[in-house]
């Protein structure tokens, strides 16, 4: 069956470049979520006013990858301790943030959260938020596919490619698409 997860690591075009490449994964669009600005546009969201994070919509067969798995890899590929934050990425829409589709989600979610924290696998607290899915709305066109589409512009190349490398080393055997 296709299920859906919203879930915001930092910038999309990170995010994005990871799960499109994850077995089970069957499309990933670039969006924002969380705010109380209606369609708001990438300049808007930006200047960090709206309350929307940079996320990506996951669409995944769960015959092949469960919403748990989606989140062990989202807990790899960006740091959830930092608030506001991804790096020399800055502001609220950089959160670390999940947007659970019903309560068996915001569950498992919590339930990771508290699996990682248990085993002291940050120094620091994990601070990512996790909510019900609100205001959702696509980033503009020019965002989808990303990385895909510009990997040697200098963003790309020094913030994105070490993520997605990031996925294939940790996970790549297991889940990476052939």
Partial sequence: MTRQAVLGGGCFWCTEAVFLEVKGVTAVESGYCGG??????????????????????????????????????????????TLNQQGNDVGPQYRSAIFTMDDAQQAEAQAVIDTLTRSRVFDDPIVT?????????????????????????????????PKVAKYRKSFGSRFARS
Avoid at 132 to 157: D, I, K, V
């Fill in 129 to 161: 938020e996790v909510t019900p899915l609100s205001n959702y709305f696509p980033a503009e066109a020019y965002h989808q596919r990303y990385f895909e589409r510009n990997p040697w512009q200098g963003y790309c190349r020094m913030v994105v490619a």
């Fill in 36 to 81: 109380h600005v209606q369609s708001p546009t990438y300049e808007q969201i930006c200047d960090g006013n709206t309350g929307h994070a940079e996320v990506v919509r996951i669409e995944f067969d769960d015959a092949q990858i469960s919403f748990r798995e989606l989140l062990e890899i989202f807990f790899v590929v960006h740091d959830p301790t």
